[in-house]
C-alpha cells in the first residue's frame, strides 16, 4: 500500500502507541523493499528429492518392485524417507540457525513509542514513527525533518552528490525545483554528523530508495569459493558415476546371456545403479552448510557475530590483522595522567580544556578530561554557565577544534586538538615552540595520548575568525591521557605472530605515542612509523613496499585506511580489518574480512562489515580466527572421511559384476548402501563439525586461499585408507564366498567390517597432531560421539541379529567371525596411526 505525508495521520511529541503501530504494521507491511521468501516445507522436499542420490534410490525401489520383489522395494522407500528425514530436519535446523544469526545482526534505529525512546529493528519501522537519528546511523526510511542540530547527511547512494547535505527543519528549507529537499531525510542515506527527530513518511518499496534500488534486493549471491569447490567435486563424482553406470550396465547384459531379456536389462540397470549411488558424495552439500552455519552460531557465542557466511571460511587464511589502538588494544579507558603548563596556571589549563569538550558528551578523551575538571574543583555546571557563541567542529584533515563561550561579558576561546596542528595557530616564540614540542615528545614516548590547549580572547563576536585556523591562540600547555592495554593483549599478540599473522596498528595518535604503545605490546614495528601525512606524498607502487615492513601507522584519518588495505592486498595479504565509524565503511567492504566494532561502532560500519566484534576486544579477533581455523580444517577432515568410506563402497559395487559374481551374490545391493548412508550422514555432518581445534591450530602459518579443499595429501591418504578398507571388506567377503559360505553371511562379514571402520576411522581422522586414543580421550565426555557409536554398534546388531536381517538378505555371524570383522575394521584404518606417529617424530627432531 502507497505510504505519503497525506495519508498517514501526523504525531505527537510522545510518538506512537506500540497498539497504533501495530496496526499500522498490519495496514502498511514491514519497513523492507522485497519481503523475505521462505521456501515451504513441501519446496524443500521437492528440492532434496531433485538430488541424484535419491533419484537413484527410487530408481532403485521401483526396480525391486518390477523384479516382483515388493518387500525390498518398500525397504528401500523407507530408508529413502529416513534419510530424507535425516536432511529436512538437518537443513531445518540449519535455517533456523541463520535466521537467529540473522536477526542478531539485523540494524536497529531509535524511535519514541509511548512516550518513550525504544531500540526496534529496522524492518519494524511504520509511517508515524518519530526515528531519533545520530551519528553513523542509516536513515531506514523516508520522513520529513521535526528537528536537528548540526545535521550532515550523505547522500551519494541515492543523488550520486559525494558532498554532505545539511538539512533543516520542517518549514525552514527554501524553495527549489530539485527532487531532494533538505527539509527531508531517505532511506538508504547516512548520518555523517549531528542528530535529529524525522517523522516517517514512507516505508519499504515506496520510499525513494525503495524505488531507484528494488532490482538490487532481489540479486542473486555469488557462491563462496568453498561452495564452488564442492560443486565441481560433485559434478566430477557425478559424470564418472555416470560412465561407470554405463560400463558396469553393458558389462552385466554381455556376463547374464543365460537371462531373459528382461531380466538382463533389470540386473544391469540394478548394477549399474548401485555403483552409481555408491560413487556420488551427496553428503558435500550439507558438510559445507552445516559446518558453517554452526561454525557462525560458535562464533556468536564467542562474542563474534557473523554477517556473511563465507567470512567463516576466509578466517583461517587471514595473514594480516589491521586494528585500531583505541578500544582494540587498548582498554578505551582514558584518563589525564600528567599536564604541562606553558603559561598561566594550571587551573587556566585545566578550564580551558573543559570549556574546549562538548556539553553533552560521548567521546571517552572528553570524558576523562571532564572527570579531571571535576576532581580538580572546576564544576560543570560552572564550567558551562556562559553561552556557546561559536563552535569550531573537529574534522580528520585539522585535527583539532574549538568553542566561543561569552562568559558574562568577556568572549573566550577553548581549543583543543593535535599539538602540531595547536602548535600552528598558536604565537609562539622558536624557543618556546622547541621547548612545547620536547614536552610533547617526552609524553608521548610514555605511551600517553598528547593534546593541545590554547586560548583566545576576542574583543567582541565580529572579532570572532570563521574558522579555527584563522585563530590566533596563546598555548596554555599540554595533557597527557593514558589508555592502558587490555589485558592479555601482549600474549595475543605473540600467538598472532607464532600463526603467521601480522598485526598492523592504525590510529589516529601521533607516531611516538603509536610506538610506545606498538612496543608495550609486542607489535614488531622496528621503530618505524608512517604518519598519515607521509602517506599522502607516497604513491601506489612505494605504499606497496613500505607496507610489506611497517606494522605502525599514526595520525591516519578514514580515507588512508582504504589505501592500506588495498597496498595489502596487492601484495598478496589476506587482510582483516576492524573499523566504527562512518568512514571506515568502504575500507571494511574492500578489506577481506571487515571487521566492525559492536559496542562504539556506527550503524554504517556493522552494515558494512562481515563480522561485529560484539565486545571490542582484540582477543576475541585472535579466538575467531582460531575457529575460523578449526571450522576448515574440520571441513577438510569431513570431505577426507566422505571420499574414504565411499571407496570400499564404490569398489566394492564395481569389482564384484567384474569378477562374474552373481547379481544376487553381491557384497553390496542398493539396499546396504542406503543403510551406509544412513550411518555416513550424522558421522560427517554432526560428529565431525564438533571436533575440536588441532593443538597446533594457531602454531602454523595461515593456508593459501587458492589452496584446493582436496588437497594432493588429503586425496592419497583418503585413497590410501579407503582401499585398505576396502580390502579388509571385499577380501572377507571374498574369502568367505569362494570357501562356500552362504551369500549371505559373506555379505554380512564385508559390510560389517565396513560399518566398524567408520567408527575406527572417525578417532584416526580426528586429529592430525594426536593419537587415535588421545582423541578418544578427548572426546569421552562428548555426548554426541557415544550416540554415534552405540547408534552404529546398534544399527550393526540390528541388521545382523534381528528379523531385519532377512529382509536385507543378511545372516547373523558367529562370534568368531564377529571378532575376525571387528579385527579386519581396526588393521584396515590404524595402520595411518604408525604414520602419524613417524611424521610427528619427524616434527619433534627438526
Same mark, same amino acid.
Given at each position: 500500500?502507497?505510504?505519503?505525508?497525506?495519508?498517514?495521520?501526523?504525531?505527537?511529541?510522545?510518538?506512537?502507541?506500540?497498539?497504533?503501530?501495530?496496526?499500522?504494521?498490519?495496514?502498511?507491511?514491514?519497513?523492507?523493499?522485497?519481503?523475505?521468501?521462505?521456501?515451504?516445507?513441501?519446496?524443500?522436499?521437492?528440492?532434496?528429492?531433485?538430488?541424484?542420490?535419491?533419484?537413484?534410490?527410487?530408481?532403485?525401489?521401483?526396480?525391486?518392485?518390477?523384479?516382483?520383489?515388493?518387500?525390498?522395494?518398500?525397504?528401500?522407500?523407507?530408508?529413502?524417507?529416513?534419510?530424507?528425514?535425516?536432511?529436512?530436519?538437518?537443513?531445518?535446523?540449519?535455517?533456523?540457525?541463520?535466521?537467529?544469526?540473522?536477526?542478531?545482526?539485523?540494524?536497529?534505529?531509535?524511535?519514541?513509542?509511548?512516550?518513550?525512546?525504544?531500540?526496534?529493528?529496522?524492518?519494524?519501522?511504520?509511517?508515524?514513527?518519530?526515528?531519533?537519528?545520530?551519528?553513523?546511523?542509516?536513515?531506514?526510511?523516508?520522513?520529513?525533518?521535526?528537528?536537528?542540530?548540526?545535521?550532515?547527511?550523505?547522500?551519494?547512494?541515492?543523488?550520486?552528490?559525494?558532498?554532505?547535505?545539511?538539512?533543516?527543519?520542517?518549514?525552514?528549507?527554501?524553495?527549489?525545483?530539485?527532487?531532494?529537499?533538505?527539509?527531508?531525510?531517505?532511506?538508504?542515506?547516512?548520518?555523517?554528523?549531528?542528530?535529529?527527530?524525522?517523522?516517517?513518511?514512507?516505508?519499504?518499496?515506496?520510499?525513494?530508495?525503495?524505488?531507484?534500488?528494488?532490482?538490487?534486493?532481489?540479486?542473486?549471491?555469488?557462491?563462496?569459493?568453498?561452495?564452488?569447490?564442492?560443486?565441481?567435486?560433485?559434478?566430477?563424482?557425478?559424470?564418472?558415476?555416470?560412465?561407470?553406470?554405463?560400463?558396469?550396465?553393458?558389462?552385466?547384459?554381455?556376463?547374464?546371456?543365460?537371462?531373459?531379456?528382461?531380466?538382463?536389462?533389470?540386473?544391469?540397470?540394478?548394477?549399474?545403479?548401485?555403483?552409481?549411488?555408491?560413487?556420488?558424495?551427496?553428503?558435500?552439500?550439507?558438510?559445507?552448510?552445516?559446518?558453517?552455519?554452526?561454525?557462525?552460531?560458535?562464533?556468536?557465542?564467542?562474542?563474534?557475530?557473523?554477517?556473511?557466511?563465507?567470512?567463516?571460511?576466509?578466517?583461517?587464511?587471514?595473514?594480516?590483522?589491521?586494528?585500531?589502538?583505541?578500544?582494540?588494544?587498548?582498554?578505551?579507558?582514558?584518563?589525564?595522567?600528567?599536564?604541562?603548563?606553558?603559561?598561566?596556571?594550571?587551573?587556566?589549563?585545566?578550564?580551558?580544556?573543559?570549556?574546549?569538550?562538548?556539553?553533552?558528551?560521548?567521546?571517552?578523551?572528553?570524558?576523562?578530561?571532564?572527570?579531571?575538571?571535576?576532581?580538580?574543583?572546576?564544576?560543570?555546571?560552572?564550567?558551562?554557565?556562559?553561552?556557546?557563541?561559536?563552535?569550531?567542529?573537529?574534522?580528520?584533515?585539522?585535527?583539532?577544534?574549538?568553542?566561543?563561550?561569552?562568559?558574562?561579558?568577556?568572549?573566550?576561546?577553548?581549543?583543543?586538538?593535535?599539538?602540531?596542528?595547536?602548535?600552528?595557530?598558536?604565537?609562539?616564540?622558536?624557543?618556546?615552540?622547541?621547548?612545547?614540542?620536547?614536552?610533547?615528545?617526552?609524553?608521548?614516548?610514555?605511551?600517553?595520548? =598528547?593534546? /593541545?590547549? !590554547?586560548?583566545?580572547?576576542? &574583543?567582541?563576536? %565580529? $572579532?570572532?575568525? @570563521?574558522? +579555527? *585556523?584563522?585563530?590566533? #591562540?596563546?598555548?596554555?600547555?599540554?595533557?597527557?591521557?593514558?589508555?592502558?592495554?587490555?589485558?592479555?593483549?601482549?600474549?595475543?599478540?605473540?600467538?598472532?605472530?607464532?600463526?603467521?599473522?601480522?598485526?598492523?596498528?592504525?590510529?589516529?595518535?601521533?607516531? =611516538?605515542? /603509536?610506538? !610506545?604503545?606498538?612496543?608495550? &605490546?609486542?607489535? %614488531? $614495528?622496528?621503530? @618505524?612509523? +608512517? *604518519?598519515?601525512?607521509? #602517506?599522502?606524498?607516497?604513491?601506489?607502487?612505494?605504499?606497496?613496499?613500505?607496507?610489506?615492513?611497517?606494522?605502525?601507522?599514526?595520525?591516519?584519518?578514514?580515507?588512508?585506511?582504504?589505501?592500506?588495505?588495498?597496498?595489502?592486498?596487492?601484495?598478496?595479504? =589476506?587482510? /582483516?580489518?576492524?573499523?566504527?565509524?562512518?568512514?571506515?565503511?568502504?575500507?571494511?567492504?574492500?578489506?577481506?574480512?571487515?571487521?566492525?566494532?559492536?559496542?562504539?561502532?556506527?550503524?554504517?560500519?556493522?552494515?558494512?562489515?562481515?563480522?561485529?566484534?560484539?565486545?571490542?576486544?582484540?582477543?576475541?579477533?585472535?579466538?575467531?580466527?582460531?575457529?575460523?581455523?578449526?571450522?576448515?580444517?574440520?571441513?577438510?577432515? /569431513?570431505?577426507?572421511?566422505?571420499?574414504?568410506?565411499?571407496?570400499?563402497?564404490?569398489?566394492?559395487?564395481?569389482?564384484?559384476?567384474?569378477?562374474?559374481?552373481?547379481?544376487?551374490?553381491?557384497?553390496?545391493?542398493?539396499?546396504?548402501?542406503?543403510?551406509?548412508?544412513?550411518?555416513?550422514?550424522?558421522?560427517?555432518?554432526?560428529?565431525?563439525?564438533?571436533?575440536?581445534?588441532?593443538?597446533?591450530?594457531?602454531?602454523?602459518?595461515?593456508?593459501?586461499?587458492?589452496?584446493?579443499?582436496?588437497?594432493?595429501?588429503?586425496?592419497?591418504?583418503?585413497?590410501?585408507?579407503?582401499?585398505?578398507?576396502?580390502?579388509?571388506?571385499?577380501?572377507?567377503?571374498?574369502?568367505?564366498?569362494?570357501?562356500?559360505?552362504?551369500?549371505?553371511?559373506?555379505?554380512?562379514?564385508?559390510?560389517?567390517?565396513?560399518?566398524?571402520?567408520?567408527?575406527?576411522?572417525?578417532?584416526?581422522?580426528?586429529?592430525?597432531?594426536?593419537?587415535?586414543?588421545?582423541?578418544?580421550?578427548?572426546?569421552?565426555?562428548?555426548?554426541?560421539?557415544?550416540?554415534?557409536?552405540?547408534?552404529?554398534?546398534?544399527?550393526?546388531?540390528?541388521?545382523?541379529?534381528?528379523?531385519?536381517?532377512?529382509?536385507?538378505?543378511?545372516?547373523?555371524?558367529?562370534?568368531?567371525?564377529?571378532?575376525?570383522?571387528?579385527?579386519?575394521?581396526?588393521?584396515?584404518?590404524?595402520?595411518?596411526?604408525?604414520?602419524?606417529?613417524?611424521?610427528?617424530?619427524?616434527?619433534?627432531?627438526?
Amino acid at each position: 500500500m502507497t505510504t505519503n505525508d497525506q495519508d498517514v495521520t501526523r504525531t505527537g511529541e510522545q510518538g506512537l502507541t506500540t497498539e497504533e503501530a501495530r496496526r499500522r504494521q498490519e495496514r502498511y507491511g514491514r519497513n523492507e523493499l522485497a519481503p523475505q521468501k521462505r521456501e515451504g516445507f513441501a519446496t524443500k522436499l521437492l528440492h532434496i528429492l531433485c538430488e541424484p542420490m535419491f533419484l537413484l534410490l527410487i530408481v532403485a525401489a521401483v526396480i525391486y518392485f518390477i523384479l516382483g520383489e515388493p518387500r525390498d522395494g518398500a525397504i528401500m522407500l523407507v530408508f529413502v524417507v529416513g534419510i530424507i528425514t535425516i536432511d529436512v530436519v538437518q537443513e531445518w535446523k540449519t535455517d533456523k540457525t541463520l535466521a537467529a544469526l540473522k536477526d542478531l545482526s539485523a540494524p536497529h534505529v531509535t524511535v519514541i513509542r509511548d512516550g518513550r525512546e525504544q531500540d526496534i529493528a529496522s524492518v519494524e519501522v511504520v509511517p508515524g514513527d518519530l526515528m531519533m537519528l545520530c551519528e553513523g546511523v542509516k536513515v531506514p526510511a523516508d520522513g520529513i525533518v521535526v528537528r536537528c542540530a548540526d545535521l550532515c547527511v550523505d547522500e551519494s547512494s541515492l543523488t550520486g552528490e559525494s558532498l554532505g547535505v545539511w538539512k533543516v527543519p520542517e518549514g525552514m528549507a527554501e524553495p527549489s525545483g530539485d527532487h531532494w529537499h533538505r527539509d527531508w531525510c531517505y532511506a538508504g542515506t547516512l548520518v555523517t554528523q549531528g542528530t535529529a527527530t524525522v517523522e516517517v513518511s514512507r516505508i519499504g518499496p515506496e520510499t525513494e530508495y525503495g524505488r531507484i534500488g528494488l532490482g538490487v534486493a532481489s540479486a542473486p549471491d555469488e557462491p563462496a569459493p568453498l561452495k564452488r569447490q564442492t560443486d565441481r567435486l560433485v559434478r566430477t563424482c557425478a559424470i564418472i558415476a555416470g560412465v561407470l553406470f554405463v560400463l558396469v550396465g553393458v558389462f552385466t547384459w554381455f556376463d547374464l546371456t543365460d537371462h531373459a531379456p528382461v531380466d538382463r536389462l533389470v540386473e544391469s540397470v540394478l548394477s549399474g545403479v548401485t555403483l552409481a549411488m555408491a560413487m556420488i558424495p551427496e553428503e558435500f552439500p550439507v558438510i559445507l552448510t552445516v559446518f558453517l552455519s554452526m561454525g557462525a552460531w560458535r562464533l556468536a557465542r564467542e562474542k563474534t557475530l557473523v554477517r556473511k557466511l563465507p567470512s567463516v571460511e576466509t578466517l583461517g587464511a587471514v595473514s594480516v590483522l589491521c586494528v585500531d589502538k583505541t578500544g582494540t588494544i587498548t582498554m578505551n579507558r582514558m584518563s589525564v595522567q600528567e599536564t604541562w603548563v606553558a603559561s598561566g596556571s594550571e587551573h587556566d589549563l585545566l578550564e580551558t580544556m573543559g570549556l574546549g569538550c562538548e556539553t553533552d558528551t560521548y567521546d571517552p578523551m572528553e570524558k576523562a578530561m571532564l572527570a579531571c575538571c571535576d576532581e580538580h574543583g572546576i564544576k560543570r555546571d560552572d564550567l558551562f554557565a556562559g553561552e556557546l557563541v561559536r563552535e569550531y567542529a573537529f574534522t580528520n584533515e585539522l585535527k583539532m577544534m574549538g568553542h566561543v563561550w561569552d562568559r558574562g561579558g568577556s568572549l573566550v576561546i577553548a581549543a583543543k586538538g593535535s599539538p602540531e596542528r595547536i602548535l600552528g595557530v598558536c604565537d609562539l616564540a622558536p624557543d618556546a615552540r622547541a621547548d612545547a614540542e620536547g614536552r610533547v615528545e617526552e609524553l608521548s614516548s610514555q605511551g600517553l595520548r =598528547v593534546i /593541545a590547549i !590554547a586560548k583566545g580572547e576576542p &574583543v567582541d563576536e %565580529a $572579532s570572532v575568525p @570563521e574558522d +579555527i *585556523t584563522s585563530c590566533h #591562540l596563546t598555548l596554555l600547555g599540554v595533557v597527557g591521557l593514558a589508555d592502558p592495554p587490555r589485558e592479555g593483549v601482549e600474549a595475543d599478540i605473540a600467538e598472532c605472530r607464532r600463526a603467521g599473522i601480522r598485526v598492523v596498528m592504525i590510529t589516529g595518535d601521533n607516531g =611516538v605515542t /603509536a610506538s !610506545a604503545i606498538a612496543r608495550r &605490546v609486542g607489535i %614488531a $614495528s622496528d621503530g @618505524e612509523v +608512517i *604518519t598519515g601525512d607521509e #602517506l599522502e606524498g607516497m604513491g601506489d607502487d612505494e605504499l606497496r613496499k613500505a607496507v610489506r615492513h611497517v606494522s605502525v601507522f599514526s595520525r591516519v584519518i578514514p580515507e588512508h585506511k582504504m589505501r592500506i588495505v588495498k597496498a595489502l592486498k596487492e601484495n598478496g595479504e =589476506v587482510v /582483516a580489518m576492524t573499523g566504527d565509524g562512518v568512514n571506515d565503511a568502504p575500507a571494511l567492504k574492500y578489506a577481506d574480512i571487515g571487521i566492525a566494532m559492536g559496542k562504539r561502532g556506527s550503524e554504517v560500519s556493522r552494515e558494512a562489515a562481515d563480522l561485529i566484534l560484539m565486545d571490542d576486544n582484540f582477543a576475541t579477533i585472535v579466538r575467531a580466527v582460531s575457529d575460523g581455523r578449526r571450522i576448515y580444517d574440520n571441513i577438510r577432515k /569431513a570431505v577426507g572421511y566422505v571420499f574414504t568410506i565411499h571407496i570400499p563402497i564404490a569398489f566394492s559395487a564395481l569389482l564384484g559384476p567384474f569378477l562374474g559374481i552373481a547379481p544376487a551374490a553381491l557384497l553390496l545391493l542398493p539396499l546396504h548402501v542406503v543403510l551406509l548412508e544412513v550411518m555416513i550422514d550424522p558421522t560427517c555432518s554432526v560428529v565431525l563439525e564438533r571436533q575440536p581445534a588441532e593443538r597446533d591450530v594457531m602454531d602454523r602459518p595461515p593456508r593459501d586461499p587458492a589452496e584446493e579443499m582436496l588437497t594432493r595429501g588429503l586425496l592419497a591418504r583418503s585413497v590410501a585408507m579407503g582401499l585398505t578398507v576396502f580390502a579388509a571388506a571385499f577380501g572377507s567377503y571374498w574369502v568367505l564366498l569362494s570357501g562356500g559360505a552362504d551369500a549371505r553371511v559373506a555379505r554380512a562379514m564385508g559390510l560389517a567390517v565396513i560399518m566398524l571402520a567408520n567408527l575406527f576411522l572417525v578417532q584416526v581422522i580426528s586429529s592430525e597432531s594426536d593419537s587415535a586414543l588421545v582423541s578418544a580421550r578427548r572426546l569421552a565426555g562428548d555426548w554426541v560421539m557415544w550416540a554415534v557409536v552405540a547408534g552404529t554398534l546398534a544399527l550393526l546388531a540390528a541388521i545382523l541379529y534381528s528379523p531385519l536381517s532377512g529382509f536385507l538378505k543378511l545372516a547373523p555371524l558367529t562370534a568368531e567371525q564377529a571378532l575376525v570383522a571387528l579385527a579386519l575394521a581396526a588393521a584396515s584404518v590404524l595402520w595411518y596411526e604408525v604414520v602419524k606417529a613417524v611424521r610427528r617424530n619427524g616434527a619433534r627432531a627438526s
